[in-house]
């Protein structure tokens, strides 16, 4: 079952760029997830926001969270061409269910 | 230890094989998970394990046989696959099942002939 859509499919960028990707669920969550995935091989996480959060920082990397527009939203300052890649949201439960959504293909151009 | 250890790394099966795939994390984490993931497509979650017992069976056909023999380890048994049944199953593990990242291995590719 896939609970998440990802917006845009793909993106190409210049190297210095900002990247926005954008996810929207359907049911209630826990937490939201956003991983990276280089190659199909093993995914990395990247950050974690809690459902009675609104914004988080990690490095580099900002994300948001809107639960009354089940939507969230990655933003990747200052894009580097190391950070070609997937990128998945994934919506969290307290059960342990972590459902992928469809995920965005980013390229950086250097 | 902050890697989940999945083994092999590519396996090649006949449909009448019987085959196990192995994973391994020694970060003290009470979660294991399996996922399988076809090409150009999310990962599908299939199991999860908390505690070393199964919590979560998303509907998968039996050919498929979880086992988790201690907290550190986490096997997936196949049996009597099909060729659709080709895909990249990656194995994580978390802390707790609510609240926590996950930690993927780097998978193993599964083809069926």
């Known amino acids: 079952s896939q609970q998440g859509e990802e917006d845009p499919q793909a993106l190409s960028i210049q190297e210095g760029e900002n990247a926005t990707m954008n996810c929207s669920y359907k049911?209630?969550?826990?937490?939201l997830q956003w991983y990276r995935q280089n190659s199909g091989r093993g995914l990395v996480h990247l950050i974690l926001i809690r459902s009675n959060e609104r914004e988080k920082h990690s490095g580099r990397l900002r994300v948001t969270l809107d639960t009354s527009k089940k939507s969230s939203s990655l933003l990747i300052t200052a894009s580097r061409a190391a950070d070609t890649a997937s990128y998945f949201c994934?919506?969290?439960?307290?059960?342990?269910?972590?459902?992928f959504g469809q995920g965005t293909t980013l390229q950086v151009k250097p | 230890d902050t890697e989940v250890t999945q083994t092999p790394k590519h396996l090649v099966m006949g449909m009448t094989n019987k085959k196990s795939l192995k994973c391994e994390q020694h970060m003290g984490h009470r979660a294991m998970y399996w996922y399988k993931q076809k090409a150009k497509k999310p990962p599908e979650l299939m199991f999860v394990y908390s505690y070393e017992k199964l919590s979560i069976n998303e509907s998968v056909p039996s050919r498929f046989s979880p086992e988790c023999p201690n907290s550190s380890l986490l096997n997936l048994h196949l049996h009597a696959l099909q060729p659709e049944d080709s895909a990249l199953y990656l194995c994580?593990?978390?802390?707790?099942?609510?609240?926590?990242?996950?930690?993927f291995g780097s998978g193993t590719r599964l083809t069926v002939v």
């Open positions: 049911t209630s969550i826990n937490n």
């Open positions: 994934a919506t969290g439960s307290n059960t342990g269910k972590l459902i």
């Open positions: 994580a593990s978390s802390q707790g099942v609510a609240n926590y990242g996950y930690t």
